[in-house]
């Protein structure tokens, strides 16, 4: 096993990524990092989990159960770059030599980005994670593997510190998040560039990576070689140490603020969660915000809609301890003061 794939392997066990029996839909685009994934998992996978702590083959085989996982390969073509068709037809040339399962679409990324008022990458996310999740469901697979690496760990922790982030934002991209696992994500791109050298793969380059029109760009082509060169060569390893040590912290800080939670929780239904207001305003300050977070994620699934400013507008309102007064951060939440209590109400 080479050293990339051992590295690869190990992650997917400290994290515990894959398991036996997963059905695995990989989102390949074809570039070094996708293509590295998918030459990877179909290299390791059938061998090293076919290590079963099961002795007897035959008690799998009478359960019909697989030794091994199962890859599954997803790849859209947003009909950007000229170059998109030749890019899904490397892909699934790829997948057909080495046998595995294939599934493509073309949508039309400018169309939604124009339609829905969002910018191309975004658009393009979308697209891509709604048609993994479409190839899921048709394959009845259980996870969903991107190939994210170290660098782009990196990358997003410097883009979530300009924005004013949080501690959450310190974290940068988890290895496993939900049913969406990341195995190369403590891999740094130029091992991930050398291994594709090393193995012939010839992965597709998509040339607006080099363009400096969006943020992500500026900051993988200017500014983290400008600390490398200026400051610290080393950037990439500090930072990943960075996001290790706050989730670690945060891990901590989220259990407390559970805890905390399950103290002051008086009632909770599918349309709205009361908690007691006094014992609310005598938590700290930062178990305050996390549990306003932590009751939204309870009762909507997400806080994605929920900022800063609306958390703070919260605690106030808490604080100020005046019946009957209540806010509305967004058209589906309605934060409301009565009766000593604060009722966090889903108006969807």
């Keep these: 096993m080479q050293n990339l794939e051992k590295k690869v392997m190990e992650t997917i066990k400290k994290y515990n990524l894959i398991e036996n029996d997963d059905v695995i839909v990989l989102g390949v685009s074809g570039g070094p990092d996708s293509i590295s994934m998918l030459n990877i998992l179909s290299n390791i996978l059938r061998k090293e989990f076919s290590k079963s702590d099961v002795d007897d083959l035959s008690i799998c085989e009478s359960h019909q159960k697989r030794m091994f996982p199962k890859i599954i390969v997803a790849h859209v073509n947003h009909m950007i770059r000229k170059e998109a068709g030749e890019d899904e037809k490397y892909v699934k040339e790829f997948c057909e030599k080495k046998e595995i399962e294939f599934y493509s679409k073309s949508i039309d990324v400018k169309q939604i980005a124009n339609t829905n008022k969002i910018g191309l990458e975004e658009a393009g996310r979308f697209a891509r994670y709604e048609f993994f999740y479409e190839v899921a469901n048709k394959t009845n697979a259980n996870k969903i593997a991107i190939a994210h690496n170290k660098n782009d760990k990196v990358e997003t922790i410097l883009m979530n510190i300009m924005r004013g982030s949080g501690v959450e934002g310190l974290k940068g991209i988890e290895p496993k998040r939900e049913n969406i696992i990341r195995p190369l994500i403590e891999c740094e791109r130029i091992e991930i560039e050398e291994y594709c050298q090393e193995n012939n793969l010839n992965p597709r380059i998509d040339k607006t990576n080099f363009e400096n029109l969006y943020s992500r760009n500026k900051i993988r082509n200017i500014v983290v070689p400008y600390i490398q060169k200026e400051f610290n060569p080393n950037i990439i390893k500090t930072m990943d140490r960075l996001s290790s040590i706050v989730n670690a912290e945060n891990e901590y800080i989220e259990i407390q603020a559970k805890r905390a939670y399950e103290k002051i929780l008086l009632e909770e239904d599918e349309k709205k969660l009361v908690l007691d207001l006094k014992k609310f305003n005598m938590q700290e300050l ?28 919260i605690i106030k309102l808490c604080a100020n301890n005046i019946g009957n007064k209540y806010l509305t951060p967004n058209k589906n939440v309605k934060i409301l003061i009565k009766n000593h209590k604060i009722y966090i109400i889903n108006q969807s």
């Design 286 to 313: 930062v178990i305050k915000s996390r549990i306003i977070r932590y009751t939204i994620k309870r009762l909507f699934g997400t806080t994605a809609s929920i900022e800063k400013i609306h958390i703070d507008d």
